[in-house]
């Protein structure tokens, strides 16, 4: 058997008719490399627009069920279209939806995880030569309810199939060139870096780098699956790889710095300095699945017995996380709540600050000096995470790309040979 | 268990969100007469030939097998909207592809055949008081490949999903008000029948009244499922109800004329006299999936050994008959083909006419009196049919509905009271 190559394209790369047959371009030049080939694609453009917009032309609130069986009807446009212009480049193809595969999920509508992939069937068709075009997005339950994988969902199909299938490397083909050591639209000197580890990533994602969803990296990372991060429309350049961090030659103790302003800050006043008030809040909130960043509970006042606690959390869910906060009012007996929008969290990442002392400091005294002030901070072993005003995100950004290193462009390429993946 | 009835809506019913929310209205007024609602869709509007045009825009010849997983996902759209009109509209509903009912097909794509229907999951979700929403048009093999059943496909759908469910009652929904005794665009004097038989629509249907595909009268004369055949925009009407011919007061030697210019001629000149040349053409057009009506061989002229076969087809079949002709000439020994297309099939229906001598001389002197010249003539118990030249095909359906009582509206309906189904 071949190597097996898992490339995934997104909504803009299928947009229209023509931009499928140059999909089937790169499809094909992956095959004529000796490949087995496995596609993963989104639904075309803006299908899933224009079907969300039908459903609430129909209700204001559409069922998270039927909205998962109407946008999968999206994808399986995409894959029909995608094999045929593979089989009219001359090369066997068939599409497949995730129930045909067996791309099966918890019973979760819109935000379903992946609990199994079934491989036999892609398997015996790769075997017969031909290439596989897989639906992402989707999935299904054991009882056959169509499931969706919510945000970053294509990108988690793409790495989990190329996991279940011990894929050589798993493809996302974008409209950006690869990963850059910060936002080019923020920092128009920032470098496309050659290599990053999935963690490095990781991070970066969740800190508002866009470029792939940090659910799609943790699952690359699970299965060590190579990925790499490329432009649809520049087949040749060799984009960024995403790798394991034992397998990178580490050189910076940062490598990228993310800017993120997708948050909002809720503080909780005056509650009462009691065992199990934290554990209420949170669980309440995580009943209701909305996600909770950074947390922090000020220190209890001896004289007031009472704590704030402050917390981040995504700006859409403020209207649920407000509702919740009301209902648990008489438990948790809090004097007032604020929510605080013009906030950005602005993060350092790298794994090469392992057991590097001083990073940290180096990032405030940076911040400091600009006068800007940090309203939070939290920490994981190869990130720091400073809450600031938003309109000064920018600013630290800029800075700390510079402090960091990061503005020479040699410095965030790999030294040597790239690896032959 | 509360009585179920089967509902079916065309794609002209669900052409846009509004019309979706009027079908959900024709739901819920069925639902609350204290049935069990069974729902069948087609995709919206003009869907089917957006796609279809997509795939044409990739490549001239798009596999059969990746149009049907294509099409399929025009009723993925209208089963889910449908359903949420029905949930926004205060009942519950949950819509359901061919997968996840289970409408198991041969392994035909484009034409498959129903082979069996699951019913376990739709009567769970009726006894837990939902409308179950399910597309039609679609169906899938035993190892998950998806088929789509061909013309008629929606409505054989629902009549056989009315016969696995045992449903009291599958309803037509349509832009027409029901079947009249011919073309109301060529006779406009034709009378709306109340009844008639699955038999008499049948030998309607496929002499071109094309109100209800002949698969699905039947698919429901086996199961025998009385069919109502109603408008849309009249939801008060009663339409036509199509019900076994022993359950009908017969009437009429003749219920209807038909006339379909949907055929051509083909002439196949001087074959060999000889055992099995006739098996061989038919049998070779028939490995090419070309259906023929009417046969005629003449008499083999001894002097000559040879006869002439003429038969009547579909005329998208000409270029792949003539195919097949241009193979087996060589066996077969033909002097010449000819196609003629200038062809109609006026037809005369009706159950009474079993045992009634006289009818088929009656429509011979009708056309002989207007110099109308029959070129062939096929008879069957309930249907005499006529190839004339398409050009007076409409003189012949006018005389024959005068000639056999069919202008007065009340001959057409049925005595006494309508039947409570």
Redesign the interface.
Same mark, same amino acid.
């Given at each position: 058997m071949n190597d097996i190559i898992v490339q995934k394209f997104g909504g803009t790369s299928v947009a229209d008719?023509e931009k499928?047959?140059n999909v089937a371009k790169a499809v094909l030049k992956e095959k004529n490399l000796g490949h087995d080939v496995v596609v993963v694609v989104s639904a075309m453009g803006h299908t899933t627009d224009i079907?969300t917009k039908?459903?609430k032309?129909?209700?204001p609130n559409?069922?998270s069920? /039927?909205?998962d069986?109407?946008l999968?009807?999206?994808e399986?446009?995409s894959?029909?279209?995608l094999?045929?212009?593979i089989?009219?480049q001359g090369c066997d193809a068939?599409?497949m939806?995730a129930?045909?595969v067996g791309i099966i999920t918890e019973k979760i509508h819109s935000k379903a995880r992946i609990l199994e992939i079934k491989t036999d069937k892609i398997k015996q068709h790769l075997e017969e030569g031909k290439v596989v075009v897989i639906a992402g997005f989707q999935g299904v339950t054991d009882d056959? /309810?169509?499931t969706t994988l919510g945000r970053g969902g294509s990108d988690t199909s793409a790495v989990a199939l190329a996991g279940a299938l011990k894929a050589k490397r798993c493809d996302i083909y974008t409209d950006v060139e690869g990963i850059y050591s910060t936002d080019p639209r923020i920092v128009p000197r920032a470098s496309k870096l050659k290599q990053i580890s999935y963690e490095e990533i990781m991070e970066l994602a969740s800190n508002g780098a866009n470029v792939m969803h940090p659910r799609a990296v943790e699952t690359a990372m699970i299965h060590n699956t190579p990925v790499r991060v490329r432009s649809t429309f520049k087949l040749d350049d060799y984009g960024t790889l995403i790798l394991g961090a034992n397998e990178m030659e580490i050189q910076k103790p940062v490598t990228g710095i993310a800017s993120d302003l997708s948050r909002i800050r809720i503080v909780v006043c005056d509650v009462p300095d009691n065992p199990g008030t934290a554990a209420l809040l949170f669980n309440e909130l995580a009943k209701e699945n909305i996600s909770v960043d950074m947390i922090i509970q000020s220190y209890a006042r001896k004289d007031l017995h009472t704590n704030d606690i402050a917390f981040t959390m995504e700006k859409d869910d403020l209207n649920k996380a407000m509702k919740v906060l009301e209902q648990i009012k008489p438990d948790l007996k809090y004097s007032k709540v604020f929510a605080d929008e013009k906030i950005a969290n602005v993060s350092i990442v790298g794994a090469g600050m392992i057991g590097k002392p001083g990073i940290a400091a180096k990032m405030f005294k940076t911040l400091a000096n600009l006068g800007i002030n940090i309203k939070m901070i939290a920490t994981s072993d190869i990130k720091i995470s400073c809450l600031v005003d938003s309109d000064r995100a920018n600013d630290a950004v800029e800075a700390l790309h510079t402090v960091f290193g990061l503005d020479s462009k040699e410095i965030a390429e790999v030294k040597g040979d790239l690896p032959n993946i």
């Open positions: 008719t499928i047959k079907l039908m459903a032309d129909i209700t559409p069922s069920r /039927e909205m069986m109407l999968s009807t999206g399986g446009v894959i029909a279209l094999a045929m212009a089989q009219a068939v599409s939806n129930i045909q056959l /309810e169509i």
